[in-house]
C-alpha cells in the first residue's frame, strides 16, 4: 500500500476532503480527523477501541499502537505491510 493508493481509497468514501492535521496529510469527515499521515509509512486512523484491541491482536504485523495512541480511538497502520482491502 501506498500513499497514493490510500488517497484513491479514502476520497472514494462519502463526503471525505483531503487536508492537514499536526502537519500531515490527511483525510477528515465534516472537519473531523478520519485518518492522516503520521510517518512515511505509518497511518493514524479513528476506530472504536474494540475494533483497535480486536486489529492488533489479530494482525499484529499490520496494525499496532504506541503509548502516546494507548487509550485512545486510533489505531497505527504500517502502510508497506496493508492491503487495499485491508483499509477499505
Known amino acids: 500500500m501506498n500513499y ?3 488517497r484513491a481509497i479514502a ?7 483531503e487536508g492537514t492535521s499536526f502537519g ?3 483525510f477528515k469527515v465534516r472537519k473531523k480527523l478520519l485518518a492522516r499521515l503520521r510517518e512515511e509509512d505509518v497511518l493514524v486512523v479513528r476506530i472504536d477501541l474494540a ?3 480486536f486489529l492488533i491482536r489479530t494482525k499484529p504485523e499490520i496494525y499496532f499502537s504506541t503509548p502516546h ?3 485512545y480511538p486510533a489505531v497505527l ?11 477499505q
Open 4 to 6: 497514493a493508493a490510500l
Open 11 to 17: 476520497l472514494a468514501l462519502p463526503e471525505v476532503e
Open 24 to 26: 500531515t496529510p490527511a
Open 51 to 53: 475494533d483497535k484491541d
Open 69 to 71: 495512541f494507548d487509550g
Open 77 to 87: 497502520v504500517k502502510l508497506g505491510a496493508a492491503k487495499p482491502h485491508e483499509l
